[in-house]
T-cell receptor
Framework: AQSVTQPDIHITVSEGASLELRCNYSYGATPYLFWYVQSPGQGLQLLLKYFSGDTLVQGIKGFEAEFKRSQSSFNLRKPSVHWSDAAEYFCAVGGYNNDMRFGAGTRLTVKP | GAGVSQTPSNKVTEKGKYVELRCDPISGHTALYWYRQSLGQGPEFLIYFQGTGAADDSGLPNDRFFAVRPEGSVSTLKIQRTERGDSAVYLC?????????????FGPGTRLTVL
């Protein structure tokens, strides 16, 4: 069965600084990988997904992620963080039924 | 168009009671998923429907949990003899189909509190 590890429970960055959130997955076949964001009181929103092709994936809100098969990683990046990016971020790996397994999440705090 | 809706938004019940949580998927979406999110955790897969049938219920924690989708649209998650450990946010998601990586659209969730 597939699984995801997000090593960082909580990250704090200053507004305008760059961001990288780590995600490591375990899956026997070609993985389908996702990043979701959850703001307080809001539902989960898809930022981006990877299923094949170019290993650098562009998403909404200026986010991107890079799939590295050799490292079993799918890290999320943003060059310049905005205060509105403060939220909980979840990495997920999808199985053959599109059922997803989520990591425990990384909470992002943005300092002014 | 309307997104995924879930009712009620909050449910408080007593230990041992029966509860039903409802999910209305996006119209035309054939696949429907239930997840449970405990405090400080990521969503945990419970069950997946393709049409009316439960294609994968491997995530249901025990036989107190059951879900139906009789007409291939609305789904109800049913929990019998609730326990305090069932307290969580129950999320529903739907997608056009079940072929990865179809995007799953999530509802706002139902917060269940078992006293």
């Amino acid at each position: 069965a597939q699984s995801v590890t997000q090593p960082d429970i909580h990250i704090t960055v200053s507004e305008g600084a760059s961001l990288e959130l780590r995600c490591n997955y375990s899956y026997g076949a070609t993985p389908y990988l996702f990043w979701y964001v959850q703001s307080p009181g809001q539902g989960l929103q898809l930022l981006l997904k990877y299923f094949s092709g170019d290993t650098l994936v562009q998403g909404i809100k200026g986010f991107e992620a890079e799939f590295k098969r050799s490292q079993s990683s799918f890290n999320l990046r943003k060059p310049s963080v905005h205060w509105s990016d403060a939220a909980e971020y979840f990495c997920a790996v999808g199985g053959y039924n599109n059922d997803m397994r989520f990591g425990a999440g990384t909470r992002l705090t943005v300092k002014p | 168009g309307a997104g995924v809706s879930q009712t009620p938004s909050n449910k408080v019940t007593e230990k041992g009671k029966y509860v039903e949580l409802r999910c209305d998927p996006i119209s035309g979406h054939t696949a429907l998923y239930w997840y449970r999110q405990s405090l400080g955790q990521g969503p945990e897969f419970l069950i997946y429907f393709q049409g009316t049938g439960a294609a994968d219920d491997s995530g249901l924690p025990n036989d107190r949990f059951f879900a139906v989708r009789p007409e291939g649209s609305v789904s109800t998650l049913k929990i019998q003899r609730t326990e305090r450990g069932d307290s969580a946010v129950y999320l529903c998601a739907s997608s056009v189909g079940s072929s990865p990586p179809d995007t799953q659209y999530f509802g706002p969730g139902t917060r269940l509190t078992v006293l």
